[in-house]
């Protein structure tokens, strides 16, 4: 069996259940009153506001697909902050000039205090779309485990970063790895390589010193492989239907959050 240094992990499906509905009319109405009160800014309906983010998040997902090909993933969070600038009827789609100004070299608003009202705003609408969220139990245990055996816990997760880093923090998260790539923060997501390579070279590791946890046969068993990285796999409730039971490509694979299976695997006592 090999001997690892660190292990990677998957976030969503593996240490966390999650269900989220994006489209719920709860969400939108939530997103739509907090406009309303926090910002004056008024939209006549759901689907106007749906309209208006969409308008707002075409181009910079464009921009980011331009920049990273197929696997981009860019940060939504500047689309908040232009939501809050009433549209008029000139604007028919797109960024405002307003955002233009003040939006950041990296597409970051560039105001401290109109980012955290961005970021408000998004976890309103995130709070408000989710109808679960918890930790699989044991997940803190078997990262607190890992660490006691001198191994490197890193997270590399699929995510919006407004939507995330307050997740963790509500669910005792934020301090429980050595380090954090989300790939928004990254501008790429898995199962490109190149999320996985940034983080061997934030460690300082090779490949082989690393295996992946995680729930998703493609975006993190494939993509680790073609980082040259060993994946654990998780048939989880929320893998993707047409996953596998057993993932050819893993070293491991298991049913369900087994995390017994997972230190035995590893040797950790």
């Not at 800014?41 to 308008?55: C, G, I, K, V």
């Not at 408000?128 to 590399?156: I, N």
């Not at 068993?221 to 048939?235: Q, T």
Request: proline content about 7%.
């Amino acid at each position: 069996m090999p001997t690892y240094s660190a292990v990677f992990f998957d976030l969503y499906g593996t240490l966390v259940d999650i269900r989220t509905d994006e489209s719920s009319e709860i969400a939108w109405s939530a997103l739509c009153d907090a406009l309303a009160i926090e910002c004056g800014a008024l939209y006549p309906s759901n689907d106007a506001l749906r309209e208006r983010f969409e308008a707002l998040a075409d181009p910079i997902r464009a921009a980011a697909a331009e920049k990273h090909g197929e696997w981009a993933e860019p940060d939504l969070l500047p689309v908040y902050q232009e939501l809050t600038v009433r549209p008029t009827s000139h604007q028919t789609g797109g960024a405002t000039a307003a955002g233009r100004e003040t939006a950041g070299k990296n597409g970051e608003p560039g105001n401290p205090a109109e980012t955290e009202v961005a970021r408000r705003l998004a976890w309103t609408f995130r709070r408000a779309s989710t109808s679960l969220l918890h930790l699989y139990p044991g997940a803190l245990q078997l990262l607190a485990r890992l660490q006691a055996a001198g191994l490197r816990v890193v997270l590399v997760s699929n995510a919006q970063s407004c939507y995330t880093r307050p997740e963790m923090e509500l669910l005792e998260l934020a301090g429980a790895f050595n380090r954090i790539v989300i790939s928004s923060e990254e501008g790429v997501r898995k199962p490109s390589p190149e999320i996985f390579n940034r983080a061997l070279a934030r460690e300082g590791l090779r490949p082989d010193q690393v295996v992946m946890v995680g729930n998703d046969s493609v975006s993190d068993i494939a993509g680790a492989r073609a980082a040259g990285i060993d994946g654990i796999y998780l048939r989880t409730a929320i893998s993707p239907p047409d996953d596998p039971a057993v993932c050819p490509e893993a070293v491991l694979s298991l049913t369900g959050p087994d995390y017994a299976g997972i230190t035995r695997f590893l040797g950790v006592q």
